[in-house]
């Protein structure tokens, strides 16, 4: 019986040694590396903001509409191709010849500046204040990405003047 026993003993450890030797080791996955910081050198200078450049051009562009009859004061955003203008009317015009004033306001513009494709216009007091708040905002350093939920909602409100070349 003692042999039985012991035979029965050896025959199950080989059995066991067999399974777990023969069976795929599992080792766990390497940890990625962690990412390398990358310190600027002293010597590179800093990309400056490019909000002075259309801050620039907005001021060129207020200027430009500002010298059209019948304009009291103008206030230019400007994303991409496209200028949004918002324009205080004079109380002495005629309610009939704000559309007129309109249409030369956006000729204006883009006679101005040749990479202005679109020009919107309203003389609609919320809208410009509006336009007003993205200016001092574009001014204050503030990407116009960060407007682009506030332009399109403009955008739908107005209605654009002058073709698109």
């Known amino acids: 019986m003692k042999r039985f026993l012991c035979c029965l003993f050896i025959l199950l450890a080989v059995f066991s040694f067999t399974l777990n030797g023969c069976s795929a080791s599992r080792k766990p996955a390497p940890k990625p590396a962690p990412p390398a910081r990358v310190k600027p050198s002293p010597a590179t200078p800093a990309p400056k903001?490019?909000?002075p450049a259309a801050h620039t051009l907005a001021s060129k562009l207020a200027s430009a509409a500002e010298k059209v009859e019948g304009v009291k004061s103008a206030t230019v955003v400007v994303s991409g191709s496209t200028a949004f203008v918002g324009l205080e009317i004079k109380p002495?015009?005629?309610?009939?010849?704000?559309?007129?004033?309109?249409?030369?306001?956006?000729?204006a513009v883009k006679k101005a500046d040749a990479r202005i494709k679109a020009v919107n216009v309203t003389t609609d007091p919320n809208l410009i204040t509006r336009l007003k708040k993205i200016?001092?905002?574009?001014?204050?350093?503030?990407?116009?990405?960060?407007?682009?939920?506030?332009?399109?909602?403009i955008t739908r409100r107005m209605l654009p003047k002058g073709k698109m070349k």
């Open 135 to 153: 200016a001092e905002g574009i001014r204050a350093g503030k990407p116009i990405s960060s407007f682009t939920k506030e332009l399109t909602e």
């Open 92 to 107: 002495s015009v005629e309610a009939k010849k704000t559309d007129e004033i309109k249409t030369k306001v956006a000729d």
């Open 49 to 51: 903001p490019a909000a």
